[in-house]
């Protein structure tokens, strides 16, 4: 059978662009630098810490890994392995692009002015990171019960922040975390089983109870002629005694 | 008669400068050089009968003149890794990527207790990973992907508190993937591209903890 010319080119196209696009998944470069560009410009920098230093024009292999705040796996490859952007006073939401560095591991926001909530999908976001740091800053809204599904996570800091509501009981699953505080938030409810996390990692979170806190109070449920029952009943026992 | 013991003189001096210049460190060195394909001329500094390596290019030292770091990445070199690379003390950078490097790790690499970063990958290294790499207690840097290794992946290597960055990915490594000790921080993306690797397993959750009936509840029992 002989192929058309047209046909012909048509499947030569096809083909380079494979071949492209497999060599992209192999070295994983560009959408690490798309993911750079995008949280760039997703975050407001008041103090120039990213302005200055991330430069997108001086394309070089591996010149995202000489970044402020960005750690490679290889010194010449532009594949991101931890992001570091702690205390640079960053404003803004979750920046979501962090998806398009699909080989992070480690990622620590902490101490910044990032506001909003942790998006619910996190663990499509963040799916192998294995350090999480979002502590100080002004997250609000629930933890998402999708960071339950983030097997990889040794270590996870969300104190001195706004959230509410409990503690995702299947944070129980998380095989591997070693470190995990929510001190200062305004957490509530049962902590769930958690292997060899202490009570000051739950600190300051006036309605948070359970093991390794007091036990969880079940509300009054005691009607009025119980409590007087009770209350005759312990004044007959006083005065037996006396 | 002049001219002979001139000549003499010379040959004398130079016998000495090469008694001077018998250093283990240069031995090493240079015992490697010989081994290696080097095409681009990389290593015409270095030069036997120095006194010490510091002044080769792709060579630093400490202040004592002990080799600290070896900088030979994407040099075109080919040849194996000689088992002498262990006897550098205070080697602690060894950069080979991206070279035409074969052969099998030297077991002696286990010796190098300053190593900081062991850095093989983009070679045609084979054989296994040798088991005494778990005794390097500083090592940060463990990157010995895209080569032909095999065998599997030593438990040693669970031991180096120290591990930040583990690439083992693009081989022929067969077997478990360890998940204690240092390994907990290492994801897929360590050992992809290991067709023999089977993939990591995450233990059965513990029982969903209940909620423990309080002795507060209900007060104290009516008569």
Known sequence: MVLSSRTFCAHVIIINFLLLLSCNMVYGTPTDIFCLESIKKSLEDPYGYLNSSWDFNNNTEGFICRFTGVECWHPDENKVLNLK?????????????????????GLDLSINKLSGTIPTDINHILEYV???????????????VGLANCSYLNSLKLDQNQLTGQIPGQFSTLSR???FTVTNNLLTGQIPNLR???????????????????ACQAPPSKSNSAVI???AVSEFIVCHVN | MKMGSFLLLVVLAFGLVLNVSA??????????????????????????????????????CTSDNSVTRIDLGDANLSGPLIPQLGQLPNLMYLELFDNNISGAIPSTLGNLTNLVSLDLFLNRLSGSIPSSLGNLPRLRFLRLNNNSLSGSIPESLTTIATLQVLDLSSNNLTGDIPINGSFAFFTPASFQNNPGLKPQKFPPPPPMFQIAPTPSAEGPSSP
Not at chain 1, 85 to 105: D, E
Not at chain 1, 130 to 144: A, C, E, M, V, W
Request: hydrophobic letters at 35%.
């Open chain 1, 177 to 179: 975390l070693k470190v």
């Open chain 2, 23 to 60: 250093n283990a460190e240069v031995d090493v060195l240079y015992a490697w050089k010989t081994s290696l394909v080097d095409p681009n001329n990389v290593l015409q500094s270095w030069n036997a009968s120095l006194a010490n390596p510091c002044t080769w290019f792709h060579i630093t």
């Open chain 1, 130 to 144: 294995t350090t999480l740091d979002l502590s100080s800053n002004d997250f609000s809204g629930t933890i998402p």
């Open chain 1, 229 to 231: 029952a009770e209350a």
């Open chain 1, 196 to 214: 060899n996390i202490s009570a000051d990692s739950y600190a300051n979170n006036p309605g948070l109870c359970g093991s390794p806190l007091p």
């Open chain 1, 85 to 105: 952007l702690s205390n640079m006073g960053l404003k803004g939401q979750f920046p979501r692009a962090i998806q398009n560095c699909s080989s992070l591991t």
